[in-house]
């Protein structure tokens, strides 16, 4: 039996994030939460308010045999828009921020890599994404989780969450579940 891995990584609102990863080969758990911020256990209208220092995130699970951690952030850099900073789209405010929270020297060796790649080859703007050490992770609140399957007809799902969906079938289907 393979051992899994862990990864953590935002890119805008978790329930995006979330719903994407969900839908990935070898990705056997995710849970939505705050990571990179100063207060124990926030609650997400704390983190809503920008003061925490959190940012909306998921913790990603997976069989490294089936999914490696490369292609989970392939799909990463293509489901948001790095370049921005603080924003993904309508969403303002840092807990919106793109970020790596790496567990290994691995992983933060394989996220240098392919940041560099992504600037010469993607993208036009230099990619705001942090990179940092893992943090206390703190999962969301439990209206938080399974967003988009619980609530997929919500406009917010509809307008923001489906196009990245259909992105990720268009460009990923060879990883998808």
């Not at 983190?47 to 069989?63: A, L, M, P």
């Not at 292609?71 to 993904?88: C, G, K, M, Y």
């Amino acid at each position: 039996m393979n051992s899994l891995e862990i990864a953590y990584i935002a890119g805008g609102c978790f329930w995006c994030t979330e719903a994407v990863f969900q839908r990935l080969n070898g990705v056997q758990k995710i849970v939505s939460g705050y990571m990179g911020g100063t207060v124990k256990n926030p609650a997400y209208r704390e983190v809503c308010s920008g003061r925490t220092g959190h940012t909306e995130g998921i913790q990603v699970v997976f069989d490294p045999s089936i999914i490696s951690f490369n292609e989970i952030l392939s799909v990463f850099f293509a489901t948001h828009d790095p370049t921005t900073l603080n924003r993904q789209g309508n969403d303002v405010g840092s807990q919106y921020r793109s970020s790596i929270f790496y567990t290994s020297e691995a992983q933060k060796e394989f996220a240098l890599q392919r940041i560099a790649e992504l600037e010469k080859t993607t993208f036009d703007a230099p990619i705001v994404t942090e990179l940092l050490p893992e943090t206390p992770f703190y999962k969301a609140e439990d209206e938080h989780l399974n967003y988009y399957k619980n609530n997929s007809n919500q406009p917010y799902c509809s307008y923001i969450i489906d196009p990245k969906i259909q992105k990720l079938k268009q460009h990923y289907q060879h990883l998808l579940k």
